[in-house]
């Protein structure tokens, strides 16, 4: 596996792929949990909206960040030629109002994959990773969890040599989750929070990272559905308390009534680069947790949140 276009890789998890794939491929740096595992040997391209945006990406050896709009057909044709492996990662939580879900979503979730696919097929390149959810679904409350299922099924039907993904939050330096909570603890005295009995399972950013790339390696992982899980359940009220505690501004976390919820989110869409939709408050009406017992995939174990996420909230 030698070129592989990472759609979506300059991102918080794209971030962490790139940079395992060609750590991965460096025999010099052979001393990490997962550079003990077989090599990839990648030459990345990674396209972006804003190449600003991507400079912590430069400095990547092997990797080519390039700005391109991946919407444009023929900007995604140009992106394929000469790939032998396609990651797809691109995702949005704020994708609008709407059945079967909002216009944002759509575009992103679904007509994106669907363009990918098409390009995939044309330029030859079989070998996708896709980036779903977990708990993703036709059926699912909301648009994003919605969009996310019919994402997966445009790639399915392509019949490419497809992996799909599916996480819980993902956690780890970069995130946008529990270092958010962390950063708001520093201004708020309480927090105010919706679907606080809402239930997670975080997994690190890092060993999501490692079971796509070892996926790149197996041939097993053709026609497969990773949902990836860390090692423990969690309740929202639970991490946003300790996400606060562990960034030395413990603060108390009230639970709001779900009227009270919807008005708060509601109200929040007004407000550039909100916190929280509506659609979010739907998808948490399902548990982004892992089946009892759920390992990750190819042996690893999963890391717990204690032994990573102190490492980058304090302080
Ligand atoms: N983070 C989590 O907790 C979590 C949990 C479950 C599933 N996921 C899924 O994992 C994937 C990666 O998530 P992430 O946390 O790494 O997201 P992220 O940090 O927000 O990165 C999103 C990436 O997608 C690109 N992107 C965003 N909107 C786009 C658009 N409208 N058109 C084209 N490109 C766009 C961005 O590229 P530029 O800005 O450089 O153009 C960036 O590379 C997503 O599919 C997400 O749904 C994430």
Not at 46 to 74: F, G, M, N
Request: glycine share 8%; net charge positive; aromatic share 6%.
């Amino acid at each position: 596996m030698r070129n592989i276009l990472v759609i979506g890789g300059t991102g918080f998890l794209g971030t962490a792929v790139a940079h395992q794939l060609v750590r991965r491929c460096s025999s010099a740096k052979r001393n990490s949990k997962y550079a003990e595992r077989a090599t990839v040997g990648a030459s990345l391209t990674l396209p972006t909206r804003r190449r600003e945006r991507a400079k912590h990406l430069l400095v990547l050896p092997t990797a080519q960040v390039v700005e391109a709009d991946v919407h444009d057909p023929s900007a995604l044709a140009r992106l394929m030629v000469g790939q032998d492996a396609v990651i797809s990662l691109v995702g949005i939580l704020k994708g609008g109002e709407g059945e079967p879900y909002g216009s944002g979503f759509a575009r992103a979730h679904v007509d994106l994959p669907q363009k990918i696919a098409a390009a995939a097929k044309t330029a030859g390149v079989r070998r996708i990773l896709h980036v779903s959810a977990l708990k993703a679904a036709a059926d699912a409350p909301s648009g994003y969890l919605r969009s996310k299922a019919a994402g997966e099924a445009a790639l399915r039907d392509a019949g490419l040599d497809l992996t799909v993904f599916r996480p819980s939050v993902i956690f780890g330096q970069g995130d946008s989750f529990l270092t958010l909570f962390a950063r708001l603890a520093r201004i708020a005295p309480l927090f105010p929070l919706a679907c606080a009995d809402a239930r997670f399972q975080p997994v690190w950013v890092a060993d999501v990272a490692a079971v796509m790339v070892d996926s790149l390696l197996r041939e097993e992982s053709i026609g497969a559905t990773y949902e990836l899980c860390g090692p423990t359940q969690y309740r929202l009220r639970e991490l946003v308390g300790y996400a606060a505690a562990v960034g030395g501004h413990p603060r108390p976390v009230i639970g709001l009534p779900p009227a009270l919820a919807w008005l708060q989110a509601w109200a929040m869409e007004f407000i550039p680069n909100s916190p929280m939709t509506r659609d979010n408050i739907r998808s948490m009406r399902v548990d982004s947790v892992c089946d009892a017992g759920c390992r990750l995939a190819f042996g690893y174990n999963a890391t717990a949140l204690e032994v990573v996420a102190p490492t980058y909230l304090r302080g």
